[in-house]
């Protein structure tokens, strides 16, 4: 891959790494590429390096998790997809004249839509990176339908591909996400808008690789989120500030531990090879990564109810939660926890175990108290 300042990225993956990879997941088997949503999933966890390693190396987590007896009963249904592809075809009709009424341009023939279609994705990402260069030095409106952008995670590169970014006359770039749940009476579900956003963020991340070595070039910190008006398929637009989630993601990204470096602790002829292994060896090639489980992994990561089974036979006190287990200091499990506040293990001095054996006293003398109100 090329490092020039077109790819957006800071330098090209090894050759030595794309082969250690390939080795892990697989070398007959195609590398599942990450999206942003994926991106997003794993940058609100990054001191997982279980799923940093499969993510980087594109392991198929669904099917691995399925061979290991632990498939995972979420994501997007297809009569879901099938909506969202066609709210976004209407979207963009016309040469895009919803999309670009909602920005506020009445002639849609102002506006130029570049040919964005290149050989592999190197090539895409290099002719988005010109089309943005030429849209802003021109000084006109440009919208660019299904860009390709890269960013580094991990010390990899990840390929992303937003709905849209619009380029205005003063050299402003807006990522557009386009949405299938409804916006009703100005206000869509909140988590739903909040996962669009952490989404969204990604690509402005992605932009500004780019935007940095564009002359006159500026990101908007802001989105387009184009959603269904009300319970009809007409569209309407709100604009969502993402500077958080950006700040949030960005700081994340960079805790990653680059994937060559975890790659370099597994042992040797460690594979995740879901069709040549069996599942004793998968799941002893899963065990040698480290994990760092929590509850909300079972809405975002496909390997969770193996983590969450793993962990809950270690006793573990992730399985309670983050911030639980923040509080538990030193106790790393429910057994240690237990028997700390029963008095039987832990140092008084200990803050976590001076809260729960209070916690317990008041606990006994309610339910005391509840007893003797019983047989009055």
């Known amino acids: ?24 997941r697989g070398p007959a088997t195609p590398p599942r590429p990450l999206d942003a949503r994926a991106l997003a999933a794993l940058a609100a966890n990054p001191g997982c390096r279980r799923r940093a390693l499969l993510d980087g190396a594109g392991v198929d987590k669904s099917a691995l998790a399925a061979k290991l007896g632990s498939p ?44 964005l279609s290149a050989a592999g994705p190197e090539g895409r990402v290099a002719r988005t990176a010109l089309a943005l260069r030429e849209a802003t030095a021109a000084g006109t409106w440009t919208l660019l339908d299904h860009p390709l952008l890269a960013l580094e995670v991990a010390g990899s590169p990840v390929y992303l591909e937003p709905d ?21 009476d100005g206000a869509a579900d909140a988590s739903k808008v909040g996962a669009a956003a952490r989404q969204a963020a990604v690509y402005v991340l992605a932009l500004e690789r780019v935007a940095a070595v564009t ?6 910190q802001s989105v387009l989120l184009v959603c269904p008006k009300d319970f009809s398929n007409l569209p309407t637009a709100s604009v969502v500030d993402v500077r958080k989630q950006r700040s949030v993601t960005r700081r994340q990204l960079d805790r990653l531990t680059r994937i060559d470096e975890i790659a370099a602790a597994l042992p040797e002829g460690v ?41 809950r036979q270690a ?9 639980v287990r923040g509080e538990l200091g030193g106790l790393t499990t429910v057994g240690a926890v237990l028997a700390a506040a029963r008095g039987e293990e832990g140092d008084p001095a200990d803050p976590a175990v001076a809260a729960l054996r209070r916690a317990r006293a008041l606990r006994e003398e309610a339910l005391s108290e509840a007893g003797a109100r019983a047989c009055r």
């Not at 030595?16 to 080795?23: G, P, S």
């Not at 002359?215 to 908007?220: K, N, Q, S, T």
Request: hydrophobic residues 40%; negative net charge.
């Open 215 to 220: 002359e006159g070039a500026r990101v908007a």
């Open 164 to 184: 849209a970014v619009v380029v205005r006359p003063d050299g402003g770039w807006t990522v557009v996400e386009i949405k299938s749940f409804p916006m009703v």
């Open 271 to 311: 594979s995740f090879d879901v069709a040549e292994r069996s599942v004793e060896e998968l799941t002893a090639a899963v065990e040698c990564v480290p994990h760092q489980y929590a509850p909300e992994c079972l809405a975002a990561c496909e390997l969770a109810f193996h983590c969450r089974s793993r962990t």
């Open 72 to 115: 995972a009963p979420f994501g997007q249904s297809q009569f879901a997809i099938v909506r969202g592809n066609s709210f976004e075809a209407k979207v963009k009709a016309d040469g895009g004249r919803e999309l670009l009424r909602l920005i506020g341009v009445e002639d849609p023939g102002t506006v130029s839509v570049p040919e």
């Open 1 to 24: 891959m090329s490092a020039s300042p077109d790819s957006g990225l800071s330098r090209p993956p090894q050759t030595t790494r794309r082969r250690q990879l390939a080795e892990l």
């Open 315 to 323: 006793d573990a006190v992730e399985t309670l939660g983050r911030s």
